[in-house]
């Protein structure tokens, strides 16, 4: 089983006892931190010891998505001279300047590059990826456990690689940063409605919503995915687990 642990889903900075974006990913053998932002790794410890974690894997290089890789550093380094770490922590980022040479960090964390070709494995999860449309270089991941799949999309405007990538998994986690009366008019990101129309062309079960705004009615954010959308549609909220 692979289990999923919202840990932060606030867009741009978290509201108070929050998180912007942070998604746990755990099987039996393996740990996966998805983006590290504002407030993830005090969460984060609700949930595991960051002794166990084994890989943070970055979608881009927005604070948003990265605030809390440096505490996180820190964080292991002073585990792993106290004792209480052994293994090194694997961070995987674009290879995009100044940003990719600061997750290598001493001998207590190694970086690694993705891009939308790359294939990656921690532990008992495969994680493929697609490019996003995004102010800054950004990818889409795919995670994969046996024969079930998941994707979380990061940061986008539209694009049918996210439907591509997307496509035979179980849910996707999206980002959906905009009420529909703003298409258009702020680049970057998508509407609930896109988010819905993503999760109908790709064929999955579940749009869980993330990425979310710090205006309006969030249930309005669910009805525009649900207009475009026949299957389950929830918003994202910090500590919601699902598990596939
Ligand atoms: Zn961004
Ligand atoms: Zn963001």
């Known amino acids: 089983m692979m289990k999923v642990t919202i840990i ?3 867009g741009a900075y978290p509201d108070a006892n929050k998180a912007t974006s942070g998604y746990l990913v755990e099987t039996d053998n393996t740990k996966l931190l998805l983006d590290c932002g504002s407030g993830v790794l005090s969460l984060l410890q609700n ?3 960051i002794e166990e974690l084994d890989a943070v894997i970055l979608s881009h290089y927005h604070g948003d998505h990265t605030a809390d890789v440096q505490s996180l550093q820190y964080a292991v380094e002073i585990l792993s001279r106290t004792g209480n770490r052994e293994k090194i922590l694997n ?6 300047q100044p940003y990719f040479n600061k997750l290598s960090y001493g001998e207590y964390c190694k970086a690694y590059q993705i891009n939308n070709n790359s294939i990656v494995k921690v532990g008992d999860l495969s994680i493929s990826f697609s490019g996003n449309v995004h102010s800054m270089p950004c990818l889409s991941m795919k995670i994969t456990y046996k024969d079930k799949s998941f994707v979380y999309s990061g940061d986008t405007e539209w694009t049918d690689n996210l439907i591509e990538l997307s496509r035979g998994c179980e849910f996707i986690i999206c980002e959906s940063n905009l009420y529909n009366n703003q298409l258009g008019k702020v680049p970057g990101h998508l509407t609930a409605g896109e988010a819905g ?9 579940k749009l869980i919503l993330t990425h979310l705004p710090h205006y309006g009615n969030h249930n309005q954010l669910i009805n525009e995915a649900k207009a475009e959308f026949d299957g ?5 909220s910090s500590g919601k687990i699902i598990s596939i």
């Not at 961070?91 to 995009?96: A, D, R, S, T």
């Not at 129309?197 to 079960?205: L, R």
């Open 47 to 49: 949930y595991i010891s």
């Open 197 to 205: 129309k993503i999760a109908a062309q790709s064929g999955v079960k």
């Open 91 to 96: 961070i995987f980022g674009i290879n995009q």
């Open 8 to 10: 932060g889903c606030c």
């Open 232 to 236: 389950i549609v929830e918003l994202a």
